[in-house]
């Protein structure tokens, strides 16, 4: 399966959800740019999660390191794993300069995505890769506060075999946890470290 199709699919999503949420102005850039800096200021803020070690966790977790937040969840077909592979190329070609990033994955299916399973999940990709989860109520608060929309689509299959949309951009704080980028579903991997690259200079 190739990810132009998947690119596609979840970038006008996100742009509609944007749009429903007073974000319409927000400009996507193509893979490898980003969402103009003044459209930022309202997105992110405090949060509460648990990681998939079952430990508290907040927005102020990980002080002094560039955080890459990406939210979806472990059944995702499609985009999540093809995001989390690029982060994880990403934060390869960072090298060194990687002990400096926290790749965050937060999950929007609290029902399904227990901290033990997403260990299990986030491993596949990078060790380095830490799995967020929470209360329904933890999860809706986070994605508010980050402006992503999810939903739960019920395919007929039994109560627990069912999809979630979502959006798939890629968020990116600087050393204080402040966002200050988000990156458009398909951006590289080359073009997503250059742009950590940077923030961890500042």
């Known amino acids: 399966m190739t990810t132009k199709p998947v690119r596609i ?9 944007a749009a429903v949420a007073g974000l319409a102005w927000v400009q996507v850039e193509h893979a490898g740019g ?3 800096a003044a ?7 405090p949060w ?3 990681d998939q070690n079952g430990w508290p966790v907040t927005e102020s977790s990980f002080p002094g390191k560039v955080q890459v937040l990406f939210f979806g969840y472990r ?4 985009v999540c794993p093809t995001e989390l592979q690029t982060i994880a190329q990403a934060l390869d070609l960072l090298g060194g300069d990687a002990g400096g990033v926290q790749p965050l994955f937060v999950s929007v ?3 399904r995505d227990t901290p033990a399973t997403l260990a299990e999940y986030t491993a596949l990709f990078d060790s380095r890769i830490l799995g967020l989860t929470g209360t329904p109520e933890q999860i809706k608060a986070v994605a508010k506060a980050y ?7 019920d395919t007929k299959a039994g109560a627990d075999n069912y999809l979630m949309d979502h959006s798939a951009f890629v968020y990116l704080t600087d050393r204080s946890g402040a966002v200050t980028g988000v990156m458009p579903p ?6 997503l470290a250059d742009r950590i690259r940077a923030l961890l200079k500042t």
């Open 9 to 17: 699919r979840w970038a006008g999503l996100a742009l509609a959800v």
């Open 34 to 36: 980003g969402v103009e």
């Open 39 to 45: 459209a930022l200021s309202n997105v992110g803020g």
């Open 48 to 50: 509460t999660l648990t």
């Open 75 to 78: 059944y995702c077909p499609d």
């Open 109 to 111: 299916d609290p029902q």
């Open 147 to 153: 402006r992503v929309y999810f939903a739960k689509v």
């Open 186 to 191: 398909g951006t590289t991997a080359d073009a």
